[in-house]
């Protein structure tokens, strides 16, 4: 499905400057392609008067005026097509094409004319940039006038993008962000409709077929745009772009020619331009309004009055819960889920055929004085009610049987004055909306247009009962998943300082991901105060377990692990078990302070069928790609709530750190989860001393796991490392893709400011004051660097010349 006038040709249709250069190269060929591919005779007459003047001027013959008119009509006939696209894919195609006509005709010119170089490239790009704005017919010149080359600012304005919204309430806040996108990246004016479908069900083409009819606005089921959304706020929004933005009449003879395919336009749109445009779709005034009123009574002092309790319902506890269940949600699931296309789609429904209640619980039971907002396509399952200590509301029950302002007979008075005898779905559906997006929490269903938009809204914290992957996101790419770290003020400054540098990285990649941290201590206000400067989540992280988490270190041995000689750092190493007491999301990725994100990356990369329970990536061995590795885990935050109780009951009734599957919390995490632990793409936890570069080459994230950039620097210059590591150190030009993973750190320390790598430098080298500037310049050599450098030698020599050494002084470093 395309969105283009059924008038516009097919690629095939188009004709190819590439072919056209090969028929311009046989002279016997010439007259005929000319009868062939010319078809607006008149518009070539004009062209030939200001073709002949140019030719004069550089003396080509008039026999050779067949051979130009021929460029110019294939050049018209390609910017005719071209502005017919309303499709970019197609659009890129055309102006690809064009582009490669305008390299083409200066070689054409000067091979068949006496035409020079110079003069050769100003008619041919004049000649492409002159169609390919759509100029009415050339003028006829005289002689002696020189041809007429269009400009941007000459250019005739480009045609308004148009189109048109189907389907319910969620399909087309989607058709409106992904047109609208589309129209600022190609900087062409856009036309809204003005209509709301306030009834969108949609129903299948055939019986038994997979494909559903659009449901188009009509003038019974639509109602004025503006009378639901606030329209300026979104054209503001759009004119900040730069863009005339203008809301047009929904006229059928028109818009009813168009075809309403909100999906293939998304999917060639700009996902964060799109994201933001959905974001603006804010309520009207009518329309908040009355969710202000239906709010009032679910939070407000009105509605405990009218309940008969002493206080009002907390918001912090308030979670929207969007379920669908209705008999055209079960149609359209077993429609989807059977597409005989071969990709994975098996998460309409339920996740694991768990009845929605435990769903919920595990959802929501972290939580204190929650309750829970209703909306769905059905009445609300007995099942909920009975979650204990969980007050289950709905629009429909509370709202509006307790308020005279928008008793449900009234609402639809609001925006139109057709009857009708109950509220329509999409007016519902959008009152339930914005009711939703005022709610602190959401548990969706992920297939579902209204809850993907309310996903997208929250950064993706949020969660959805069908689990798995958002279907949306292949396209889409909004949905990042949340980044979790922990961190405790009693670990090294090490540490610190890593983090620091982990997060920078993810905020230059992936600036829109949001980033949580499970944070132990409040004595370092600096840090934390960075941490908040920067928009970071902390959660206030005092587990009750901390004197059993030591009584694991003590027992261990350090020979085998370099954890267990450090109180803070081993401690810091378990807190990730409490994540599901604190994340609020459906799926977070764990990582360790060690991580550097080098490329972004979506909920699209992890694919459609993404772990229900929790995935590890390899560690050493990389022949079996076994889940070894937590240094970087992929983690479905209902599943670890479901199983923390029995988890935390298998941990500490161990007496030593060593599980039968590794040590401390990594072999505990294997021991208890093995026949569900999933593997995690070693693309996502990739290890600087890993030697293939089919790895290295689709690097997500690189895991300094062992040897951290501070252990590598201290062995070059001179030092030694610690027994665990020191076969690491010893090989380390075994490793191809050492340096170049030292130098994604660099990059990523360079956006906190010169000090972080002093602060980093000085933390590990303070008693020899001549290798702290040496790391420092090391570092930022590094740094000045705008490609990946395969060998540190360069900048460690550099680094040691500088303080007048020689780096024969230093016989670690080894070429």
């Not at 050049?75 to 102006?95: D, F, G």
């Not at 690809?96 to 390299?103: E, T, V």
């Not at 506890?317 to 296309?341: A, M, T, V």
């Amino acid at each position: 499905r395309v969105d283009m006038l059924s008038a516009a040709p097919t690629e095939a249709e188009v004709p190819s400057p590439f072919s056209f250069g090969m028929r311009l190269g046989n002279p016997h060929m010439m007259k005929s392609f000319a009868e062939d591919e010319t078809t607006v005779q008149g518009d070539v007459d004009e062209q030939d008067g200001t073709l002949e003047s140019q030719m004069e001027r550089g003396g080509a013959s008039p026999g050779q005026s067949i051979l130009l008119d021929e460029v110019c009509a294939h050049a018209q006939k390609l910017s005719h097509y071209l502005t017919e696209m309303q499709t970019p894919s197609r659009r890129v195609v055309c102006l690809l094409r064009a582009a490669s006509l305008a390299l083409l005709l200066p070689l054409v010119f000067v091979q068949t004319s006496t035409l020079p170089v110079q003069n050769a490239f100003v008619v041919a790009h004049g000649i492409a940039a002159h169609w390919l704005e759509r100029p009415e017919a050339p003028r006829r010149q005289s002689a002696s006038m020189p041809l007429v080359v269009a400009t941007t600012t000459d250019a005739p304005q480009q045609a308004p993008h148009e189109y048109t919204v189907c389907n319910g309430l969620s399909n087309q806040m989607l058709g409106h962000a992904g047109n609208i996108a589309v129209a600022i990246t190609l900087r062409r004016p856009v036309q809204i409709p003005n209509a709301f479908i306030i009834n969108g069900v949609q129903e299948t083409a055939s019986e038994g077929g997979h494909a559903l009819m659009d449901t188009l606005p009509t003038s019974e089921n639509s109602v004025p745009l503006g009378a639901v959304f606030d329209t300026a706020t979104l054209v503001e929004k759009i004119e900040k772009y730069g863009i005339k933005a203008t809301l047009v009449p929904y006229e059928e003879n028109v818009h009813g020619k168009l075809e309403c395919s909100w999906i293939a336009t998304l999917s060639t749109a700009k996902p964060t331009l799109a994201g933001e445009i959905l974001k603006a779709l804010v309520p009207s005034k009518v329309t908040k309004m009355l969710t202000d009123e239906i709010f009032d009574v679910l939070v407000g002092e009105a509605g405990s009055s009218i309940r008969g309790e002493k206080h009002p319902r907390s918001l912090e506890g308030g979670i929207c819960l969007h379920h669908r269940d209705g008999p055209d949600w079960h149609k359209h699931c077993s429609i989807w889920e059977n597409i005989p296309d071969g990709v994975w789609r098996k998460n309409c429904l339920e996740a694991g055929g768990r009845n929605l209640a435990e769903l919920v619980q595990h959802r929501t039971s972290h939580l204190s004085r929650r309750w829970i907002l209703y909306v769905g396509d059905h009445e609300a399952p007995a099942q909920l009610k009975q979650i204990d200590g969980v007050g289950l509301v709905t629009r429909k029950e509370e709202a509006y049987s307790s308020s005279s302002l928008i008793a449900q007979n009234k609402v639809t008075s609001f925006f139109t004055n057709k009857p009708f005898e109950s509220i329509p779905r999409d007016l519902a559906a959008a009152i339930d909306y914005f009711l939703c997006s005022r709610l602190p929490y959401f548990i969706g269903n992920s297939v579902s247009t209204f809850s993907v938009n309310q996903i997208a809204r929250r950064d993706s914290l949020a969660s959805w009962y069908n689990s798995h992957s958002i279907p949306l996101a292949s396209f889409f790419t909004v949905y990042f998943i949340p980044i979790v770290y922990t961190y405790t003020e009693e670990s090294s400054a090490s540490g610190k300082h890593m983090l620091k540098v982990s997060i920078l990285s993810v905020q230059k990649h992936i600036p829109s991901a949001a980033i949580q941290v499970l944070y132990h201590g409040n004595n370092d206000t600096d840090f934390r105060n960075w941490l908040l400067r920067r928009k970071i989540t902390l959660h206030d992280h005092k587990p009750t377990w901390r004197a059993k988490v030591e009584k694991l270190r003590l027992n261990g041995d350090p020979l085998g692990s370099h954890l267990y000689a450090h109180t803070g750092n081993y401690f810091g190493t378990w807190q990730r078990i409490d994540i599901p007491l604190y994340i609020s999301a459906e799926y977070c990725l764990l990582l360790d302070a060690d991580t550097v994100v080098v490329s972004p990356f979506s909920f699209a990369d992890f694919g459609l069928n993404l772990t229900a329970t929790l995935g590890f990536s390899a560690e050493m061995d990389l022949s079996t790609m076994e889940p070894v590795n937590a240094g970087v885990a992929v983690l479905n935050i209902p599943y670890l709530r479901r199983t923390l109780e029995d988890f935390h009951t298998f941990i500490f009734n161990h007496d030593t750190p060593q599980f039968r599957l590794g040590p401390s919390d990594q072999g505990a995490y294997r021991d208890f989860y093995q026949q569900n632990l999933t593997f995690l793409d070693v693309k996502f936890n990739v290890k600087p001393y890993y030697p293939h570069w089919s790895i290295w080459k689709d690097r997500k994230i690189i895991h300094f796991h062992g040897m951290k950039p501070h252990d590598i620097v201290n062995y070059w210059f001179g030092g030694e490392c610690s027994p665990a590591i020191a076969p690491l150190c010893r090989d380390y030009n075994l490793e191809p893709f050492l340096c170049r993973s030292i130098q994604h750190f660099a990059w990523a320390a360079a956006d906190g400011g010169p000090g972080l790598i002093r602060d980093y430098c000085d933390e590990h080298f303070s008693g020899a004051p001549t290798v702290v500037v040496m790391c420092v310049d090391f570092f930022e050599i590094l740094q000045a660097q705008k490609s990946v450098t395969s060998s540190c030698n360069a900048p460690l020599n550099e680094a040691i010349r500088r303080q007048g050494l020689s780096p024969k002084l230093f016989p670690n470093m080894r070429s």
